[in-house]
């Protein structure tokens, strides 16, 4: 199974892209090797009215994005909550990922959706993002999932490290681990169904 898993904050360093070390943390931990990180520290995409993205025409971060979702089988977004939602750079992202030169991207795929606050937040972008990508999926007749079991990673910076290493509540630990087993069942499970359906 091959793994991608986006950091969608701007910012360097980000509690977002702690978070996206700690799942790539635990998945190396039972056994995955093909897992590849985003950060969207690097982002350029052009803002929705200001320009477009075209196929051939990509830069260094848009070919890193869209070539390791476009391998994934399953992708993780850890995104954070800044005023009760999504950032303007995921949600422009999805806008602009969203039209018929990507399609590929949400077709054959399984999400799952986590929101990362450095207090007790991270419900409301999580659930922005499941109902965005689920309504591109619907418009595109695509056939993906979107995983229902959403994360919140409360007080991110007190339980992880810079590294992305555990080192806070035993609490965060075992949901987090909930989570990723979670999503990472809900993957095989849409697998063995698409190998069913080619027979």
């Known amino acids: 199974m091959t793994i991608t898993i986006v950091a969608s904050s701007p910012r360097t ?4 892209l702690r978070f996206a070390q700690y799942l790539k943390n635990i998945l190396t931990e039972s056994g995955h090797d093909d897992i590849r990180l985003v950060d969207f520290a690097q ?15 990509l830069t260094p971060f848009q070919q890193e994005l869209i070539s390791a979702w476009e391998a994934a089988d399953l992708v993780f977004f850890a995104i954070p909550e800044y005023n009760w ?28 959706v986590a929101g990362v606050s450095s207090g007790r937040g991270g419900r409301q972008p999580a659930l922005n993002a499941g109902m965005v990508l689920n309504k591109i999926i619907s418009f595109t007749n695509s056939f993906s999932v979107v995983s ?3 994360y919140e990673s409360h007080e991110t910076a007190i339980n992880l490290d810079e590294g992305g290493h555990f080192k806070g509540h035993e609490v965060y630990e075992k949901t987090t681990r909930a989570f990723v087993d979670y ?3 809900v993957a095989q499970r849409w697998a063995a169904a698409n190998l069913v359906e080619a027979k």
């Open 13 to 16: 360093g980000s509690n977002s």
């Open 183 to 185: 999503s990472v069942s």
């Open 148 to 150: 229902p079991k959403i």
């Open 43 to 57: 982002y350029d995409i052009p803002f929705v009215g200001t320009g477009s993205l075209q196929p051939n025409q």
């Open 85 to 112: 939602t999504t950032t303007p750079q995921f949600d422009n992202a999805i806008h602009q990922l969203g039209g018929p030169a990507f399609k590929h991207l949400f077709n054959n795929k399984v999400f799952a």
